[in-house]
Protein backbone atom coordinates (compact mmCIF):
# COMPACT_ATOMS: atom_id res chain seq x y z
CA UNK A 1 0.00 0.00 0.00
CA UNK A 2 2.43 2.45 1.15
CA UNK A 3 4.63 1.42 -2.30
CA UNK A 4 1.94 2.61 -4.34
CA UNK A 5 1.10 5.42 -2.87
CA UNK A 6 4.56 6.76 -3.06
CA UNK A 7 4.44 5.23 -6.41
CA UNK A 8 1.17 7.77 -6.86
CA UNK A 9 2.83 10.81 -5.44
CA UNK A 10 5.69 11.09 -7.75
CA UNK A 11 3.49 10.46 -10.86
CA UNK A 12 2.18 12.89 -9.46
CA UNK A 13 5.16 15.65 -8.95
CA UNK A 14 6.17 14.79 -12.42
CA UNK A 15 2.64 15.53 -13.92
CA UNK A 16 2.30 18.64 -12.07
CA UNK A 17 6.04 19.89 -12.78
CA UNK A 18 5.51 18.84 -16.43
CA UNK A 19 1.93 20.59 -16.73
CA UNK A 20 3.04 23.76 -15.43
CA UNK A 21 5.96 24.15 -17.77
CA UNK A 22 3.73 23.47 -20.37
CA UNK A 23 1.07 25.86 -19.30
CA UNK A 24 3.75 28.63 -19.40
CA UNK A 25 4.93 28.12 -23.13
CA UNK A 26 2.02 26.63 -24.76
CA UNK A 27 3.40 29.17 -28.09
CA UNK A 28 6.90 27.17 -28.11
CA UNK A 29 6.25 23.33 -28.35
CA UNK A 30 9.85 22.76 -28.25
CA UNK A 31 10.24 23.60 -24.89
CA UNK A 32 7.10 21.77 -24.07
CA UNK A 33 8.03 18.73 -26.34
CA UNK A 34 11.31 18.65 -24.86
CA UNK A 35 9.49 19.06 -21.12
CA UNK A 36 8.04 15.40 -21.75
CA UNK A 37 11.03 13.61 -23.67
CA UNK A 38 13.03 14.78 -20.83
CA UNK A 39 11.30 14.28 -17.95
CA UNK A 40 9.71 10.80 -19.34
CA UNK A 41 12.69 9.49 -20.28
CA UNK A 42 14.49 10.64 -16.65
CA UNK A 43 11.55 8.72 -14.98
CA UNK A 44 11.82 5.30 -17.00
CA UNK A 45 15.42 5.12 -16.77
CA UNK A 46 14.84 5.36 -12.96
CA UNK A 47 12.33 3.01 -12.66
CA UNK A 48 14.22 0.49 -15.29
CA UNK A 49 17.75 0.65 -13.53
CA UNK A 50 16.22 0.42 -9.84
CA UNK A 51 14.29 -2.65 -10.99
CA UNK A 52 17.24 -4.06 -12.83
CA UNK A 53 19.41 -4.28 -9.61
CA UNK A 54 16.17 -5.00 -7.39
CA UNK A 55 16.46 -8.05 -9.39
CA UNK A 56 20.22 -8.83 -9.35
CA UNK A 57 21.55 -7.56 -6.09
CA UNK A 58 20.22 -9.65 -3.17
CA UNK A 59 21.26 -7.71 0.46
CA UNK A 60 19.19 -8.44 3.73
CA UNK A 61 17.41 -5.60 4.69
CA UNK A 62 18.30 -4.49 8.04
CA UNK A 63 15.21 -5.47 9.53
CA UNK A 64 15.99 -8.85 8.23
CA UNK A 65 12.01 -9.38 6.19
CA UNK A 66 13.95 -9.84 2.57
CA UNK A 67 16.93 -9.51 0.66
CA UNK A 68 15.71 -6.52 -1.50
CA UNK A 69 16.75 -3.52 0.56
CA UNK A 70 19.78 -2.47 -2.42
CA UNK A 71 19.13 0.32 -3.93
CA UNK A 72 16.32 1.85 -2.12
CA UNK A 73 13.46 2.16 -4.65
CA UNK A 74 11.64 5.18 -2.83
CA UNK A 75 14.88 6.89 -2.64
CA UNK A 76 15.47 6.78 -6.22
CA UNK A 77 12.09 7.72 -7.49
CA UNK A 78 11.53 10.22 -4.51
CA UNK A 79 15.19 11.95 -6.19
CA UNK A 80 14.06 11.38 -9.64
CA UNK A 81 10.61 13.10 -9.19
CA UNK A 82 12.55 15.99 -7.19
CA UNK A 83 14.65 16.08 -10.01
CA UNK A 84 11.93 16.83 -12.50
CA UNK A 85 10.30 19.04 -10.65
CA UNK A 86 13.49 20.98 -9.94
CA UNK A 87 14.02 21.02 -13.30
CA UNK A 88 10.86 22.70 -14.57
CA UNK A 89 9.73 24.72 -12.14
CA UNK A 90 13.62 26.54 -10.63
CA UNK A 91 13.01 29.51 -12.80
CA UNK A 92 9.63 30.19 -10.66
CA UNK A 93 10.94 29.95 -7.48
CA UNK A 94 14.78 28.38 -5.56
CA UNK A 95 12.14 27.53 -3.42
CA UNK A 96 10.59 24.73 -5.45
CA UNK A 97 14.13 22.88 -5.75
CA UNK A 98 14.90 23.17 -1.64
CA UNK A 99 11.23 21.86 -1.30
CA UNK A 100 11.85 19.26 -3.53
CA UNK A 101 15.04 18.30 -2.32
CA UNK A 102 13.94 18.35 1.30
CA UNK A 103 10.83 16.41 0.60
CA UNK A 104 13.22 13.46 -1.56
CA UNK A 105 15.85 13.49 1.61
CA UNK A 106 13.25 12.95 4.38
CA UNK A 107 11.90 9.99 2.31
CA UNK A 108 15.27 8.60 2.46
CA UNK A 109 16.40 9.50 5.97
CA UNK A 110 12.66 7.43 7.18
CA UNK A 111 13.92 4.38 5.29
CA UNK A 112 16.49 4.49 7.39
CA UNK A 113 15.20 5.29 10.53
CA UNK A 114 12.36 2.28 9.99
CA UNK A 115 15.00 -0.17 9.87
CA UNK A 116 14.18 -0.66 5.66
CA UNK A 117 17.50 0.08 4.45
CA UNK A 118 21.11 1.00 5.38
CA UNK A 119 22.15 4.47 4.79
CA UNK A 120 24.39 2.67 1.55
CA UNK A 121 21.13 1.99 -0.07
CA UNK A 122 19.62 5.50 0.57
CA UNK A 123 22.51 6.67 -0.90
CA UNK A 124 22.65 4.60 -4.12
CA UNK A 125 19.23 5.15 -5.15
CA UNK A 126 19.53 8.69 -4.35
CA UNK A 127 22.46 9.15 -6.55
CA UNK A 128 20.40 6.68 -9.57
CA UNK A 129 17.80 8.86 -9.46
CA UNK A 130 19.34 12.07 -9.91
CA UNK A 131 21.92 10.61 -12.22
CA UNK A 132 18.34 9.43 -14.54
CA UNK A 133 16.75 12.62 -14.52
CA UNK A 134 19.80 14.15 -15.57
CA UNK A 135 20.59 11.75 -17.89
CA UNK A 136 16.93 12.19 -19.10
CA UNK A 137 17.39 16.08 -19.29
CA UNK A 138 20.50 15.53 -21.86
CA UNK A 139 18.75 13.33 -23.98
CA UNK A 140 15.81 16.04 -24.10
CA UNK A 141 18.39 19.13 -25.37
CA UNK A 142 20.10 17.22 -27.79
CA UNK A 143 16.51 15.96 -29.28
CA UNK A 144 15.04 19.62 -29.20
CA UNK A 145 17.62 22.35 -28.33
CA UNK A 146 16.81 25.45 -26.71
CA UNK A 147 16.76 28.90 -28.82
CA UNK A 148 17.42 31.05 -26.18
CA UNK A 149 20.27 30.91 -23.99
CA UNK A 150 20.54 31.08 -20.52
CA UNK A 151 23.24 33.73 -18.28
CA UNK A 152 23.16 33.10 -14.80
CA UNK A 153 23.49 36.07 -12.83
CA UNK A 154 26.75 37.16 -10.74
CA UNK A 155 27.33 35.59 -7.61
CA UNK A 156 27.80 38.07 -4.17
CA UNK A 157 27.72 37.34 -0.64
CA UNK A 158 24.27 37.69 0.68
CA UNK A 159 21.67 36.23 2.81
CA UNK A 160 21.21 32.25 1.73
CA UNK A 161 19.45 29.17 2.91
CA UNK A 162 21.13 25.99 2.38
CA UNK A 163 19.63 22.31 2.29
CA UNK A 164 22.33 19.66 1.91
CA UNK A 165 22.05 15.80 1.42
CA UNK A 166 24.77 14.15 2.34
CA UNK A 167 27.33 11.19 2.81
CA UNK A 168 29.19 10.53 5.64
CA UNK A 169 32.02 8.40 6.20
CA UNK A 170 33.20 7.82 9.36
CA UNK A 171 36.63 7.32 9.86
CA UNK A 172 36.98 5.65 13.66
CA UNK A 173 34.16 4.37 16.47
CA UNK A 174 32.98 1.75 14.45
CA UNK A 175 30.52 3.83 12.35
CA UNK A 176 29.84 3.07 8.86
CA UNK A 177 28.60 5.56 5.62
CA UNK A 178 26.07 7.46 7.13
CA UNK A 179 22.94 9.53 5.21
CA UNK A 180 21.84 12.82 6.36
CA UNK A 181 20.38 16.44 5.57
CA UNK A 182 21.68 19.47 7.04
CA UNK A 183 19.93 23.09 6.80
CA UNK A 184 22.37 26.39 7.56
CA UNK A 185 21.04 29.67 7.14
CA UNK A 186 24.21 31.70 6.42
CA UNK A 187 23.89 35.83 7.12
CA UNK A 188 27.12 38.20 5.68
CA UNK A 189 28.85 40.79 8.04
CA UNK A 190 31.13 42.09 5.36
CA UNK A 191 32.05 42.01 1.55
CA UNK A 192 33.56 38.44 2.32
CA UNK A 193 32.43 37.13 5.70
CA UNK A 194 29.34 35.65 6.83
CA UNK A 195 27.86 34.00 10.51
CA UNK A 196 26.04 30.71 9.94
CA UNK A 197 23.79 28.73 11.87
CA UNK A 198 21.99 24.99 11.52
CA UNK A 199 20.79 21.88 12.10
CA UNK A 200 21.33 18.55 11.08
CA UNK A 201 20.65 14.86 11.32
CA UNK A 202 22.40 11.93 10.30
CA UNK A 203 22.03 8.11 11.01
CA UNK A 204 25.03 6.16 11.30
CA UNK A 205 25.39 2.11 11.30
CA UNK A 206 27.00 1.21 14.34
CA UNK A 207 29.21 -2.58 13.76
CA UNK A 208 30.66 -4.47 16.43
CA UNK A 209 33.03 -7.25 15.51
CA UNK A 210 32.59 -6.14 11.99
CA UNK A 211 28.65 -7.60 12.24
CA UNK A 212 25.82 -5.10 12.34
CA UNK A 213 24.04 -3.98 14.97
CA UNK A 214 22.34 -0.90 15.07
CA UNK A 215 21.26 2.61 13.62
CA UNK A 216 22.39 5.22 15.44
CA UNK A 217 20.83 8.85 14.61
CA UNK A 218 22.74 12.10 15.62
CA UNK A 219 20.87 15.14 15.58
CA UNK A 220 22.72 18.27 16.03
CA UNK A 221 22.39 22.17 16.32
CA UNK A 222 25.62 24.56 15.05
CA UNK A 223 26.77 28.06 14.78
CA UNK A 224 30.20 28.97 13.04
CA UNK A 225 31.65 31.52 10.45
CA UNK A 226 32.98 31.73 7.21
CA UNK A 227 34.51 33.46 4.63
CA UNK A 228 32.75 33.94 0.90
CA UNK A 229 34.66 34.34 -2.39
CA UNK A 230 32.97 35.06 -5.54
CA UNK A 231 34.27 33.72 -8.76
CA UNK A 232 32.21 35.49 -11.32
CA UNK A 233 29.05 33.29 -11.68
CA UNK A 234 30.05 30.95 -9.30
CA UNK A 235 31.17 31.06 -5.62
CA UNK A 236 33.04 29.40 -3.12
CA UNK A 237 32.77 29.34 0.69
CA UNK A 238 34.63 27.52 3.77
CA UNK A 239 33.09 27.68 7.24
CA UNK A 240 33.81 26.26 10.99
CA UNK A 241 31.40 25.39 13.07
CA UNK A 242 31.08 24.09 16.79
CA UNK A 243 27.52 23.13 18.21
CA UNK A 244 25.95 20.17 20.38
CA UNK A 245 24.89 17.34 19.57
CA UNK A 246 22.80 14.50 20.76
CA UNK A 247 22.99 10.52 19.68
CA UNK A 248 20.10 7.98 20.34
CA UNK A 249 19.80 3.85 19.44
CA UNK A 250 17.96 1.30 20.59
CA UNK A 251 20.74 0.03 23.06
CA UNK A 252 20.76 1.96 26.54
CA UNK A 253 24.22 3.60 26.04
CA UNK A 254 22.58 5.80 22.95
CA UNK A 255 19.85 6.66 24.99
CA UNK A 256 20.31 10.27 25.22
CA UNK A 257 24.19 10.92 24.54
CA UNK A 258 25.12 14.34 24.57
CA UNK A 259 28.37 15.78 23.31
CA UNK A 260 30.52 18.53 21.52
CA UNK A 261 30.11 18.40 17.58
CA UNK A 262 32.69 20.44 15.75
CA UNK A 263 34.35 20.82 12.59
CA UNK A 264 35.03 22.76 9.11
CA UNK A 265 33.38 22.62 5.75
CA UNK A 266 34.24 23.89 1.54
CA UNK A 267 31.48 24.54 -0.99
CA UNK A 268 31.79 25.06 -4.63
CA UNK A 269 28.15 26.84 -6.00
CA UNK A 270 27.14 28.14 -9.17
CA UNK A 271 24.12 30.59 -9.52
CA UNK A 272 21.68 28.95 -11.30
CA UNK A 273 19.26 32.01 -10.90
CA UNK A 274 19.38 34.91 -9.12
CA UNK A 275 17.49 33.35 -6.58
CA UNK A 276 18.64 29.99 -6.53
CA UNK A 277 22.38 28.22 -6.70
CA UNK A 278 23.69 24.58 -6.51
CA UNK A 279 26.58 22.73 -5.81
CA UNK A 280 28.49 20.46 -3.15
CA UNK A 281 29.88 20.30 0.07
CA UNK A 282 33.35 18.62 1.68
CA UNK A 283 34.12 18.43 4.98
CA UNK A 284 35.21 16.95 8.22
CA UNK A 285 32.88 16.88 10.83
CA UNK A 286 33.79 15.59 14.90
CA UNK A 287 31.96 14.30 17.72
CA UNK A 288 31.66 11.47 20.85
CA UNK A 289 29.59 8.83 21.13
CA UNK A 290 31.53 6.98 23.87
CA UNK A 291 34.55 7.38 22.04
CA UNK A 292 35.61 9.82 19.80
CA UNK A 293 34.30 10.21 16.52
CA UNK A 294 36.01 11.39 13.19
CA UNK A 295 34.35 11.44 9.52
CA UNK A 296 35.05 13.04 6.13
CA UNK A 297 31.31 14.50 4.33
CA UNK A 298 30.07 15.27 1.07
CA UNK A 299 26.84 16.65 0.35
CA UNK A 300 24.47 18.27 -3.01
CA UNK A 301 23.59 21.77 -1.66
CA UNK A 302 21.06 23.97 -3.03
CA UNK A 303 20.66 27.41 -1.73
CA UNK A 304 17.75 29.89 -1.84
CA UNK A 305 19.41 33.69 -1.97
CA UNK A 306 17.44 36.50 -0.57
Not at 37 to 56: F, P, R
Not at 57 to 85: K, Q
Not at 121 to 144: H, Q
Not at 216 to 227: D, P, S, T
Request: hydrophobic share 40%; proline share 3%.
Amino acid sequence: MKRKLLSALCLLTMLCASAQSVSDSLRDHRRWQRSVVSAGTGAALTVGITQALKSSVHEMRPDRTDNHSFPSRHSSWAFAAAGILSHELCSHSGWWVVGAQFAASAIGQQRIMAGRHYPGDVLAGAALGIAATEAGYWLGSLIFPSRTRHTAPLAGNRARLHLGTAAMFPLSGGFRTSYGTAADVCVPVSENIFVTAGASLHTLPLYVSGAYDQMVNKGAVKAGAGYFFPLGRWYAQTEAYAGVALCTGKEHKFSRCYSFNGGAAGSMMRMVTDKLSVGVRGGYDYFRAHRSVHSLSLSLVTAVNF
